[in-house]
């Protein structure tokens, strides 16, 4: 980067680059995410009938985690192109894989007109829509953090992620909005593919929108100084960048088990463990998705003032105090259950300042490569293992899902210790 790079204001087009790929973001969030509010749904229209209820969850939620699973697949091939033929080409070509699968989504006929082809065509929509996300999330970090002057890399990160969290509130807004205008058999004769096709013309939208944006400067100077990677870029990543890599996947650890466990797992554990009602849980998990939203850009501008490695510290242990207190708390006065949730939501957008520590991990030839291929093996592992562990947890104690966190709180701190940026010079 030049100086007088770092020291210009953000423009106008800054703005408008942002904006676009948070956008982005949060249609393609809200494309991958719907399938878990209609799962009950899909799973009695996509299995046979006579099959046993839990097999068909384990199934239909099987059918989820296969997302998960082909994401390090789908980030590492597409960081790959991104690395050699540039930034914007797959950043549109990501929209466009989690368009159509959505809107097939929606389109697909089900067990009873095609028998065993109709679940096995869902969860090949599934891996491709989970092979999108997988170049979708670090290419749009790159792509922004490339676009701003690095004094920046923390809000323009900060902002991404807080519109892949609008994703999710998206998801859960609309899927409230449906199960309210219709009744559950309405939904299951056809009411929940709107969604889907919803999703699908919301994603082909923000793609005719990804038109708007420019290759990144970064990207561009290097193509023109020859300077791209020579070799194949995750060799060279797994050859010189082991100590990055370490960092980087713990980190994303963490930011897994924060949005997984307080953001996705908490509505559900509220109505299990705490006996508060499903419509009161929603609201308070509209709050906490809010506040993480919010947090996301706070921490993410104060990564930029501060640097990363105190605000991820305090952030981590900021996040282990506030989310022991939220669980203790909840048992003696459930009527906290709002300003808590949304609170611990807000501290878990510590996880805003995460993606700028990666995107400075890596040298520019490789950093698309380098990134997803570390956030994305490591949600591969951890966020889906993650459930798992913490549902295994709650059976000897009901406080499991809080000492998950504290424990990985205390992880993210020490990984604090170790961030180092990425000498940049060496184009």
Not at 3 to 11: C, F, I, S
Not at 21 to 37: S, T
Not at 50 to 59: A, F, I, N
Not at 127 to 156: C, D, L, M
Request: proline share 6%; charged share 10%.
């Amino acid at each position: 980067m030049h100086n007088n790079e770092t020291a210009r204001p953000l423009t106008g087009q800054d703005y408008k680059t942002l904006s676009l790929a948070a956008l982005g973001g949060a249609l393609e969030f809200y494309d991958f995410i719907i399938f878990v509010f209609f799962a009950n749904a899909i799973g009695q229209l996509f299995f046979p009938p006579e099959m046993p209820d839990w097999l068909r969850t384990l199934q239909t939620f099987g059918i989820f985690a296969a997302g998960y699973v082909v994401r390090p697949l789908g980030g590492i091939v597409m960081a790959h192109f991104g690395d050699l033929l540039g930034r914007k080409r797959m950043f549109t070509l990501s929209i466009l894989m989690m368009a159509l699968p959505t809107l097939a989504i929606g389109l697909l006929p089900t067990y009873a007109s095609i028998g065993l082809a109709a679940p096995l065509l869902l969860l090949l929509m599934r891996v491709f829509q989970g092979a999108a996300v997988g170049g979708e999330v670090p290419g749009a970090w790159v792509f922004v953090s490339e676009h701003v002057p690095s004094r920046y890399t923390g809000y323009a990160c900060g902002v991404l992620t807080a519109g892949l969290t609008f994703g999710i509130l998206l998801g859960s807004l609309v899927a409230t909005a449906l199960n309210t205008a219709y009744k559950p058999d309405e939904v299951l004769a056809g009411a929940w593919r709107m969604p889907f096709l919803l999703g699908g013309v919301f994603g082909l939208g923000a793609m005719y929108l990804r038109r708007w944006l420019h290759e990144t400067p970064v990207f561009a100077e290097m193509a023109q100084r020859k300077a791209l990677a020579a070799e194949m870029p995750l060799k060279s990543v797994l050859r010189s960048h082991r100590g990055a890599v370490t960092v980087s996947m713990l980190l994303t650890w963490m930011l897994s088990a924060g949005i997984v466990v307080v953001i996705l797992m908490t509505p559900a554990l509220l109505q299990k463990v705490y006996h508060i009602d499903p419509r009161t849980s929603l609201v308070a998990n509209t709050v906490a998705t809010l506040g993480l939203a919010l947090g996301c850009i706070v921490y993410g501008v104060l990564a930029d003032k501060l640097g990363a490695k105190p605000v991820l510290f305090v952030g981590s242990l900021l996040l282990a105090i506030c989310t022991y207190v939220f669980y203790t708390t909840l048992r003696v006065q459930p009527e906290l259950l709002l300003p808590l949730y949304g609170l611990t939501g807000f501290c878990v957008g510590v996880v805003g300042a995460v993606p700028c520590v990666l995107v400075q991990a890596f040298p520019a030839q490789v950093r698309f490569s380098g990134l997803s291929f570390s956030y994305n093996l490591s949600y591969a592992i951890f966020g889906g293992l993650t459930p798992v562990v913490v549902t295994l947890m709650l059976k000897n104690d009901p406080l499991g899902p809080a000492y998950y966190v504290i424990a990985v709180c205390a992880i993210g701190m020490l990984t604090a210790l170790f961030i180092r940026p990425a000498p940049q010079a060496s184009y």
